[in-house]
């Protein structure tokens, strides 16, 4: 059974950083690419970027570009999105996503539950 | 960017309704056009992809069409479980890009 277990909550500071991860399971996970998708508080959905899990190459949103980090470890099947200087617009519900592919078409096909993280002071 | 506009925001109906809901890309997308259902709390669920695809696992009462810029989601025989939020989402070209959502309320 494919599977993908993220972190826990998180609760931050203005300023502070973070990694949260996503641990895949059940499948060849270097196979696949992992994105990384937002949903802030009462909003829609929202991709933030990718990484190919065999060579750690990354693609971002032009919206997440420059304010957090993708990367992965392959030795323990997990990716991880990285922030150095969170802001309280941070605070929203991350998932981390598996893409699947069939005849040059892109889906995800199987999210992780959310790692909900809040920015406060 | 690729914006991808849903209609409605959102819709109420009962139990057994037959009901539709419509994504429209800002340029074609051929036919790369994913539906997910989320629901509070729970992780998204991919229902279609290349806009026809149902997916394994998914009720056939799920149902999608189009292609280039104009794609209808249908839910034949709304059923209670079916009570979610659904995003349309194209793989087409970087950044992929989500609709706004449809919220499908009770009525």
């Known amino acids: 059974e494919v599977q993908l277990v993220q972190s826990g909550a998180e609760m931050k500071k203005p300023g502070e950083s973070l990694r949260i991860s996503c641990k895949g399971s059940?499948?060849?996970?270097?196979?696949?690419?992992i994105s990384w998708v937002r949903q802030m508080p009462g909003k829609g959905l929202e991709w933030m970027g990718r990484i190919d899990l065999s060579d750690s190459y990354t693609d971002y949103s032009p919206s997440f570009r420059g304010h957090v980090s993708i990367s992965v470890d392959k030795s323990i099947s997990t990716a991880y999105l990285q922030w150095s200087n969170l802001k309280a617009s941070d605070t929203a519900t991350y998932y981390c996503?598996?893409?699947?592919?069939?005849?040059?078409?892109?889906?995800?096909?199987?999210w992780g539950p959310g790692t909900a993280l809040t920015v406060s002071s | 960017d690729i914006q991808m506009t849903q209609s409605p925001s959102s819709l109420s109906a009962s139990v057994g309704d037959r009901i539709t809901i419509t994504c429209r890309a800002s340029q074609s997308i051929n036919k790369y056009l994913n539906w997910y259902q989320l629901k509070l709390g729970k992780a998204p669920n991919l229902l279609i992809s290349a806009a026809s695809t149902l997916q394994s696992g998914v009720p056939s009462r799920f149902s999608g069409s189009g292609s280039g810029t104009d794609f209808t989601l249908t839910i034949s025989s709304l059923q209670p479980e079916d009570f979610a939020t659904y995003y349309c989402q194209q793989s087409y070209s970087l950044p992929w890009t989500f609709g706004q959502g449809t919220k499908v309320e009770i009525k």
């Open positions: 059940g499948y060849s996970f270097t196979s696949y690419w």
């Open positions: 996503a598996r893409m699947g592919t069939s005849f040059g078409a892109y889906y995800f096909d199987y």
